[in-house]
């Protein structure tokens, strides 16, 4: 537990933070729309991610030198897609504005998700090189991981199903317009972040 608590602490406050992933995530919650394959998606990749760090892959990022840039690039594209798609959708309203209504399919659904994740050079950052590091400060570093990753599935489980106790709020097409709007601008907002860095 001296080493778990920590990695739990560390896990969770790095993942707080708003983002792509936790918007979509967010997102899918209001709609009820595929919730669990979502929130497991995001959840299972940190834990792949978080698993590379305490085995030591941190090197891998550090190593190849073209593979920030690729990320950095190819995310920084998706993000601003996704971004403008976000602002069409505040600006226009009309488009999945019940709260219960499922918008797309299940294979989209991962797909994007898949994509905000993997695409996101600061999730390697976090949990490949961070969580990497810190754990190999703690003899029981597996310990420390677990905890990390038991820190995701909370949080990406309570997000997505914790959603609906918004649903109220967000059968207003208000609501929706405004939420498309703060989504579409934190995804431009990283996607210029990711550029200047």
């Not at 929130?39 to 090197?59: K, N, P, Q």
């Not at 550090?62 to 593979?67: F, Q, S």
Request: charged residues 10%; contains cysteine; hydrophobic residues 60%.
């Amino acid at each position: 537990m001296t080493a778990f608590l920590p990695g739990f602490a560390l896990g969770l406050s790095l993942i707080l933070a708003i983002g792509a992933q936790n918007a979509f995530v967010l997102r899918q919650g209001l709609r009820r729309a595929h919730v669990l394959p979502v929130s497991l998606t995001c959840a299972a990749s940190d834990a792949v991610l978080i698993a590379a760090g305490v085995a030591g892959f941190g090197w891998l990022v550090e190593a190849a030198p073209w593979l920030a840039p690729a990320m950095t690039w190819g995310g920084a594209a998706f993000l601003a897609v996704y971004g403008a798609l976000a602002l069409r959708a505040a600006w226009t309203g009309g488009g999945a504005l019940k709260a219960g209504e499922a918008a797309g399919g299940l294979r989209a659904a991962l797909a994007t998700c898949l994509a905000l994740t993997w695409l996101n050079p600061h999730v390697y950052l976090d949990t490949v090189v961070l969580l990497g590091s810190v754990a190999a400060t703690y003899p029981a570093r597996w310990a420390f991981g677990a905890g990390a990753v038991a820190a995701s599935f909370v949080w990406f489980f309570t997000l997505g199903y914790g959603a609906r106790a918004l649903a109220p709020l967000f059968a207003r097409p208000t609501a929706w317009r405004v939420l498309d709007g703060i989504v579409g601008l934190t995804m431009w907002a990283l996607a210029i972040r990711l550029v200047a860095s």
